[in-house]
């Protein structure tokens, strides 16, 4: 197992958010996160990326413990993650937010940077060549010099994914990215989902859209105010009479 | 590929380099006499430390209330160091910016976990704190009335005159706003702009948000410090005055006012703002008025600065998006 959590749990003064969650991730597998607005998606990722401290349970990534880790050593352990409201560095172009990525593969000392040494700069042409081919990848290779700020919101949700990609994550945790995009754009992230996990990448999908989760996901997991409700195979899931009731109860709300 | 970016590409700070080279190898040109000389000298010097706060505040996006004492301690230490106890000066100097940064780490590691208006506040009790101690303790700093410096030298060579220390600090400026282009165009530099943009999507890709603030703040203290020592040595007398609060409002105002994110905007506003008060002398007693004025102006019709908007401006005239 590439990822295990254990009885993870979240708590915000009186509220749940995430209660007694336990799942383990196979590597090379599209897993989708699913559940209701307010179910705590976002939380367990937070979890999964140290940004949040679990108020019990404990993250294992390829065996070793995470728990208590700041989020930069969840990063370099090889957790990759975009984010639900972009988190885009707008004071760089889109190629600068892609090299910014390459930090943990970046060996160069403080000296070597201030004197821009020879060996600077070889390593800065490489890192700009391998972050252009991400651009390439996720289909903005024409923005590369353009301003983030002046980016569109379709563009800039794949920058990201972009982004994440230059850090070689073994894991990516995708928070909706597919939220607010029209069908064509939708369409591009499932085909790129497709590409990254064919590549190896295992992908955690947080996603409303349950067309694009039902076709890239080989095991989903469906969360129910702040519980783990079921989980498998997408069609399985999908059948599951507690599944249905906690969407339809959503809806009656 | 050479359309404009969100930060100057490393082409765009080359060519600003050069600029600034040229600048000062011809500004004697028009230094007509040694008053002249010395306000450049001093304009030098406080670029130095604006390039120096620039990577903390426009780069790193840390706010820092308190860099006059920096370059207060960095003034005083090595005036102690060279008056009271004998040291060489170059030895003075040295240690004095090493124990400053020492400072500066022991400060900030706990100090940068604040953010923004704590942040803020905590700079700013610091900077009190450094000028109340270099007022108080008379005994080694003369107090409120400042101390005598001797002069920068070694066996035997002293440096002295107006034009000697022109080009001593025109070379330094230069060298450090070559030094600081050159972080800003690498990891590094990206791993402060990323913090500045967003530092929980920095951490997520493993930049490590306390160390990369430390490393901004200790650099441009000890950038302070030098700037600091250097212009004790230069004048000859030190006063309390330097450290003060004001002249850290003053420095922050340079780098907003040239421009944040932008090392030839840190020299420029370093430049008008120290230049402007000399050449008002009529308005000496509103200098502080002036300057809070120029802070409130700039930040309603150029809250990027002068540089950066004067840059884009040039660019949208010569037609090229951006």
């Known amino acids: 197992m590439l ?3 254990e009885d993870l749990a979240k708590r915000f003064g009186g509220v749940h958010a995430v209660q007694d969650v336990s799942f383990e991730l196979a590597p090379g597998t599209v897993h989708a996160i699913i559940g209701p607005n307010g179910a705590g998606k976002t939380t367990l990722l937070n979890l999964l990326t140290g940004i949040y401290l679990p108020s019990a349970g404990r993250v294992f990534l390829d065996g070793r413990e995470l728990t208590g880790q700041p989020p930069h050593r969840f990063a370099a352990a090889g957790i990759g993650r975009t984010f639900q409201n972009l988190q885009i560095f707008f004071n760089m172009s889109a190629l600068e937010n892609v090299m910014a990525g390459r930090w943990l593969h970046e060996g160069a000392g403080f000296a070597v940077s201030a004197l821009r040494l020879p060996q600077l700069a070889r390593a800065e042409r490489r890192c700009r060549s391998e972050a252009l081919s991400l651009l390439e990848l996720v289909g903005l290779a024409r923005w590369a010099d353009a301003a983030s700020d002046a980016m569109p919101y379709g563009a800039l949700k794949r920058l990201e994914i972009a982004r994440a990609l230059a850090a070689e994550p073994k894991m990516l945790l995708l928070d909706e990215p597919a939220a607010g995009l029209n069908p064509t754009e939708t369409h591009e992230i499932d085909r790129l989902i497709r590409e990254l996990a064919s590549r190896g990448i295992t992908i955690v999908l947080v996603e409303h859209n349950m067309k694009l989760v039902m076709g890239v996901s080989g095991h989903v997991i469906v969360l129910d105010e702040g519980r783990k409700l079921a989980e498998g195979e997408p069609r399985a899931v999908s ?13 009656v709300h | 590929m050479a359309s404009p970016a969100a930060a100057a590409p490393p082409s765009a700070s080359r060519k600003g380099l050069v600029a600034l080279a040229a600048a000062v190898a011809l500004l004697p040109l028009a230094l007509p006499n040694n008053y002249t000389y010395e306000v450049a000298i001093v304009v030098g010097l406080n670029a130095i430390v604006c390039v120096g706060l620039n990577l903390l505040i426009g ?18 230490g090595t005036a102690i160091l060279a008056a009271r106890y004998g040291w060489p000066t170059p030895a003075s100097l040295a240690a004095s910016v090493a124990a400053v ?3 500066a780490w022991a400060i900030g590691r706990p100090i940068l976990r604040l953010k923004g208006h704590a942040l803020a506040m905590a700079t700013l009790g610091m900077g009190i704190i450094v000028s109340v101690v270099i007022a108080t303790e008379d005994g080694y700093t003369g107090g409120p009335d400042g101390m005598s410096v001797p002069p920068l030298g070694f066996a035997g060579f002293v440096l002295a005159g107006e034009r000697a220390w022109y080009w001593v600090v025109a070379g330094l400026l230069v060298a450090t706003v070559w030094l600081a282009q050159n972080l800003i165009d690498s990891p590094r530099g990206r791993a402060w702009r990323a913090l500045h943009g967003s530092e929980v999507a920095a951490s997520a890709i493993g930049i490590d948000p306390a160390r990369h603030k430390l490393s901004a703040f200790v650099l441009s203290a000890a950038l302070a410090a030098f700037a600091g020592a250097l212009t004790a040595h230069y004048s000859g007398f030190i006063t309390p005055a330097k450290a003060s609060f004001l002249h850290s409002i003053e420095l922050v105002t340079m780098v907003v006012f040239g421009g944040m994110a932008s090392s030839m ?3 420029v506003g370093a430049a008008v703002l120290t230049t402007l008060p000399q050449l008002l002398t009529v308005f000496k007693e509103f200098e502080m008025v002036m300057l809070g004025a120029v802070l409130m102006l700039t930040m309603i019709f150029m809250p990027q600065g002068l540089v950066p908007t004067l ?12």
């Open chain 1, 3 to 5: 990822l295990r959590a």
């Open chain 1, 239 to 251: 059948a599951d009479p507690r599944v249905i009731e906690a969407y339809l109860g959503e809806e």
């Open chain 2, 59 to 76: 780069y790193a996006g840390q706010i820092s209330l308190g860099h006059a004492g920096f370059f207060g301690l960095g003034a005083y």
């Open chain 2, 101 to 103: 940064a020492l400072l």
């Open chain 2, 265 to 267: 905007g840190a020299v």
């Open chain 2, 311 to 322: 840059g884009r401006a040039l660019a949208a005239a010569r037609g090229r998006p951006r």
